[in-house]
C-alpha cells in the first residue's frame, strides 16, 4: 500500500493504478497520536495534526481491492483532522476487509462533489469533508455500492503491469 502524510500542505494524484494485496498492522504508527492508528491498507492519506494543513488528493481509475487493515481496508483518511479532501472518480474500491475478515472498504473525509461514477464496497463510513457528517453510501447515483465487483485475480492482462480484470456478469 502507500502511506501518504505531509508536514504542512500537499497535492497527491493517482491514475490508472492498482493497490492489491497490502495489509497493515493493528497498532498505532506513531505512539501517542491516536489519529496516526493503522488504517487504509491500500491507501493511507494524512497531514500533521494542524488544522491549517490540507491534503488534496485525486483518484482516477484507481483499483483498491483484497487490502487489509483495522479500519479503512481500502483507503483510510484520519476523521479527527480536517481539510483532507479526497476526490474518486471511475475508480473500485471493493473486497477490502477488517482484521476480522469483515467488509472494510472506506473510512474518512472525502470531497462529494467530486467522487463519482465508482464501485464502492460496503462496509465503508465517508465523512463529507465539507461539513464533517457521516453519509449515506448511495449519495451519489453514479456510485455503485457493492462487495461482489467480479474481479479476476491480480495477473497480466496485456498491459505494462498487472491488473485485476473485470469478469463477465
Given at each position: 500500500?502507500?502511506?501518504?502524510?505531509?508536514k504542512s500542505f500537499g497535492d497527491f494524484v493517482v491514475?490508472?493504478?492498482?493497490?492489491?494485496?497490502?495489509?497493515?498492522?493493528?497498532?498505532?504508527?506513531?505512539?501517542?497520536?491516536?489519529?496516526?492508528?493503522?488504517?487504509?491498507?491500500?491507501?493511507?492519506?494524512?497531514?500533521?495534526?494542524?488544522?491549517?494543513?490540507?491534503?488534496?488528493?485525486?483518484?482516477?481509475?484507481?483499483?483498491?481491492?483484497?487490502?487489509?487493515?483495522?479500519?479503512?481496508?481500502?483507503?483510510?483518511?484520519?476523521?479527527?483532522?480536517?481539510?483532507?479532501?479526497?476526490?474518486?472518480?471511475?475508480?473500485?474500491?471493493?473486497?477490502?476487509?477488517?482484521?476480522?475478515?469483515?467488509?472494510?472498504?472506506?473510512?474518512?473525509?472525502?470531497?462529494?462533489?467530486?467522487?463519482?461514477?465508482?464501485?464502492?464496497?460496503?462496509?465503508?463510513?465517508?465523512?463529507?469533508?465539507?461539513?464533517?457528517?457521516?453519509?449515506?453510501?448511495?449519495?451519489?447515483?453514479?456510485?455503485?455500492?457493492?462487495?461482489?465487483?467480479?474481479?479476476?485475480?491480480?495477473?497480466?492482462?496485456?498491459?505494462?503491469?498487472?491488473?485485476?480484470?473485470?469478469?463477465?456478469?
Amino acid at each position: 500500500g502507500i502511506f501518504v502524510c505531509t508536514k504542512s500542505f500537499g497535492d497527491f494524484v493517482v491514475i490508472n493504478s492498482t493497490f492489491s494485496s497490502n495489509q497493515t498492522l493493528n497498532e498505532t504508527i506513531i505512539p501517542g497520536s491516536p489519529e496516526l492508528t493503522a488504517s487504509g491498507g491500500g491507501i493511507y492519506i494524512a497531514h500533521s495534526p494542524n488544522v491549517n494543513y490540507t491534503v488534496d488528493a485525486f483518484l482516477r481509475n484507481v483499483s483498491v481491492t483484497q487490502n487489509v487493515s483495522a479500519t479503512g481496508g481500502g483507503l483510510g483518511t484520519p476523521e479527527s483532522l480536517p481539510n483532507i479532501r479526497v476526490r474518486l472518480a471511475n475508480s473500485i474500491v471493493s473486497e477490502n476487509f477488517d482484521h476480522q475478515n469483515q467488509p472494510n472498504n472506506i473510512d474518512g473525509r472525502f470531497d462529494l462533489s467530486g467522487t463519482h461514477y465508482n464501485l464502492i464496497g460496503t462496509g465503508s463510513t465517508i465523512i463529507n469533508d465539507a461539513n464533517g457528517s457521516v453519509v449515506a453510501l448511495n449519495w451519489d447515483p453514479t456510485n455503485v455500492i457493492s462487495n461482489t465487483p467480479k474481479l479476476g485475480p491480480l495477473q497480466k492482462n496485456g498491459g505494462l503491469t498487472p491488473t485485476h480484470a473485470l469478469l463477465p456478469t
